[in-house]
């Protein structure tokens, strides 16, 4: 049986290539994906600060790589652990799948429907020109948010399911922003992890 589903979904976006396959972690591999990363992931919580006050920043984080290389956003550091074998391998197939190479995974924990990430773009200078993005979804679904910088009429949104495989590339992300907006509804925890090349 094979394990990853590659049923692409091309969004038509100006300025951008978006992919998604819904269902590319079967339902009980996801499942187990998310319990093993959340148990032996070591979660740091970094404060932010906006005009001028210190706030936790809304969501767990972690830096994946075998470089060592650090990355940097916000004003904020994250210092690498080793890729374990699990990790290394789904880089690997997530690779292949979307022709690109990443030395890099950044996961996010959301808890609940109180963390969130704001409007933003993965264009800091370490990832290069016109980077490609891979974001896995595991655990509760969220709705991730897209609008193009200048054309204030593309706005979009999609549900982020369980097992899902998003893929941002060509100028999306010179062109386009993007967020995880808090909600209201009872949210269970999600783990999302960005596949990225950093320089």
Not at 71 to 81: A, G, K, Q, R
Not at 167 to 185: D, E
């Amino acid at each position: 049986m094979d394990l990853f589903s590659t049923k692409k979904t091309h969004l038509k976006l100006p300025d951008a290539e978006l992919t998604y396959i819904a269902d590319f972690l079967p339902k009980k591999k996801a499942e187990n994906l998310f319990e093993s990363l959340k148990k032996n992931t070591n979660w740091q919580q970094d404060t932010i600060s906006i005009f001028g006050k210190t706030y936790n920043q809304p969501r767990l984080t972690a830096l994946f790589n075998n470089t060592g290389k650090t990355y940097s956003y916000s004003n904020i550091t994250m210092y690498p652990e080793a890729f374990s074998k699990e990790l290394l391998e789904l880089k690997q197939t997530i690779e292949k799948i979307s022709n690109s190479k990443f030395n890099s995974i950044l996961l996010n924990l959301y808890r609940n429907g109180q963390d969130s990430n704001g409007w933003h773009a993965d264009n800091e200078k370490e990832l290069g020109t016109n980077p490609t993005i891979a974001s896995l979804s595991l655990g509760a679904d969220r709705v991730f948010h897209f609008k193009h910088r200048q054309i204030k009429s593309e706005r979009h949104k999609i549900t982020l399911a369980n097992g899902s495989l998003l893929i941002m590339s060509g100028a999306m992300q010179h062109n386009w922003l993007h967020q995880i907006p808090k909600t209201k509804k009872i949210i269970k925890e999600r783990i999302n992890l960005t596949f990225r090349q950093i320089y």
